[in-house]
């Protein structure tokens, strides 16, 4: 069964400390993977995108990394800020029997405190 | 530019009526997506629209319908609301990308569906 799980469930950090996030997928072969932050009450903003063959990418203090044989992700987050508490999910797109699929991870909801 | 605008915020229904959800897309982007969101499904994608055509369609009753119009503009229809129903519904764009593609999906902040 194609899945995507998400760990931790929960997480709280001091403020400037860093953490990592992490999601482990079934699905093989998969076209991309993506994660993204949501912020109580608005929409899903996009963090990175990765596909099949990249190890890594960062966007500011975010930095994924893909690791195909094991099947894991993770989101490292640096010099972590208030503003980072939200949840955090994890999203697989794949084909099977010629459509296009997405799974979404549960999510890590990340709470930072001064 | 403005980002991806989702009308109305929060919305009440009673089982068994009907509700019409409104997507505005941002300007020139002409792939809209809709999702639903609940607490113990997750998120999970409805179905995709491109020049006012359906694109792609996820796991759901065909209560669920939605149109594009020929300004990218969308809106989702679920009839016949049932309580599990209860749900943040979430329209995402992009210029030309599918949702399953490498493009970045810009999500609005959602519609709050709520089934008395």
């Known amino acids: 069964k194609n899945q995507v799980e998400q760990s931790p469930q929960s997480l709280i950090i001091l403020e400037g400390k860093n953490c990592t996030l992490q999601c482990n997928y079934t699905v093989s072969p998969f076209s991309n993977l993506r994660w993204y932050k949501q912020d109580t009450g608005r929409g899903p903003v996009s963090l990175t995108i990765?596909?099949?063959?990249?190890n890594t990418k960062s966007n500011g203090r975010y930095t994924a990394t893909l690791d195909a044989d094991t099947k894991q992700s993770s989101l490292h987050i640096t010099a972590s800020q208030l503003s980072d508490s939200a949840s955090y999910i994890c999203v697989v797109s794949f084909r099977s029997y010629n459509t296009d699929k997405l799974i979404f991870g549960t999510g890590t909801r990340l709470q930072v405190f001064p | 530019k403005a980002g991806v605008t989702q009308t109305p915020r929060y919305l009440i229904k009673t089982r068994g009526q009907q509700v019409t959800l409104s997507c505005s897309p941002i300007s020139g982007h002409r792939s809209v997506s809709w999702y639903q969101q609940t607490p113990g499904q997750g998120l999970q994608f409805l179905f995709e629209?491109?020049?006012?055509?359906?694109?792609n369609k996820g796991n759901f009753p065909g209560r669920f319908s939605g149109r594009q119009f020929s300004n990218s503009r969308s809106e989702m229809n679920v009839s016949t609301l049932e309580l599990g129903d209860s749900a943040l519904y979430l329209c995402a764009s992009s210029p030309s990308g599918t949702a399953f593609g490498n493009q970045p999906q810009h999500f609005g902040d959602g519609t709050r569906l709520s089934i008395l």
């Open positions: 629209y491109f020049s006012e055509t359906q694109r």
């Open positions: 990765m596909t099949f063959s990249e």
